[in-house]
């Protein structure tokens, strides 16, 4: 496959690339060992039913099996834990039906401790020749650790404190500045570099952090907005659904069960 084949994968009603997503998988296969040594990323494929047809090493085991014959043919639903399965698949049928291209997602992930991790996810349809969607590619990247070295990071350090002891109430981007002693422009892009995420992504993980822990509690869900921040009830819900897939509610029962 040449680099302008697999370009025209990505944009619909080119005349370019594989028409099946046999051919592409075909194509792609002498990839798959290199996929399999990529550190800290799940890689997959999926077919137009959001169904695991390629998978990397990565991704295996974060599903929990020992190879990817377990885990092809199977849908994020079916081998996710229930608290986020369901919404991933949701997910990939937006993709899928609608053309959806998710850029820097962040998503909220269980591993098996079922403690929060979080990942930055990628996902684009897959177009044939005739611009009609036959399946998915995607990324999800494990959030990594900050970039101490980097010459900015102990003013964003005390950005990093601050959102954590005032997650609770509004969290402005013009205190964030102050703190940090520079602009906008500057923080969002030092936020990138050391903490991989931008300053709102920074404020929604801590918040949704500590949702997880309170919604397995006894506490009502409008208690728990309030405690994370928000003042609306039906803004905790939208945020909550978008980063896990499952209103707050739902969430709740399925921890449940």
Request: proline share 6%; charged share 20%.
């Amino acid at each position: 496959m040449t680099p302008g084949s697999l370009a025209a994968l990505f944009q619909p009603g080119t005349s370019k690339g594989p028409d099946r997503l046999d051919e592409l998988l075909e194509a792609v296969a002498p990839l798959v060992p290199l996929l399999d040594v990529v550190p800290n990323a799940a890689i997959f494929l999926k077919d137009i039913d959001a169904r695991y047809v390629l998978a990397n090493r990565a991704l295996v085991e974060r599903c929990g099996y020992k190879h990817a014959g377990q885990l092809l043919g199977k849908t994020s639903a079916e081998v996710f834990p229930a608290q986020l399965g369901p919404g991933y698949t949701e997910q990939d049928r937006k993709v899928l039906q609608q053309g959806l291209i998710l850029q820097d997602q962040l998503e909220l992930h269980l591993y098996g401790s079922q403690e929060p991790g979080w990942c930055l996810t990628h996902k684009w349809p897959l177009y044939n020749r005739n611009g009609d969607i036959f399946g998915l590619a995607g990324i999800s990247l494990d959030l990594q650790s900050a970039s101490e070295t980097h010459p900015a990071y102990e003013r964003l350090a005390a950005v990093e404190a601050y959102i954590r002891e005032h997650f609770n109430r509004p969290v402005t981007l013009a205190a964030l500045t102050k703190i940090a002693g520079i602009s906008i422009a500057q923080l969002e892009r030092y936020c990138k570099r050391v903490f991989h995420l931008t300053p709102r992504q920074m404020i929604q993980k801590v918040r949704l952090e500590h949702a997880h822990r309170l919604l397995g509690t006894d506490l009502p869900i409008i208690e728990v907005a309030l405690r994370c921040g928000y003042t609306d009830h039906s803004a905790f819900t939208r945020q909550f659904k978008l980063l896990t897939g499952f209103t707050p509610r739902q969430y709740r029962q399925t921890k449940g069960q």
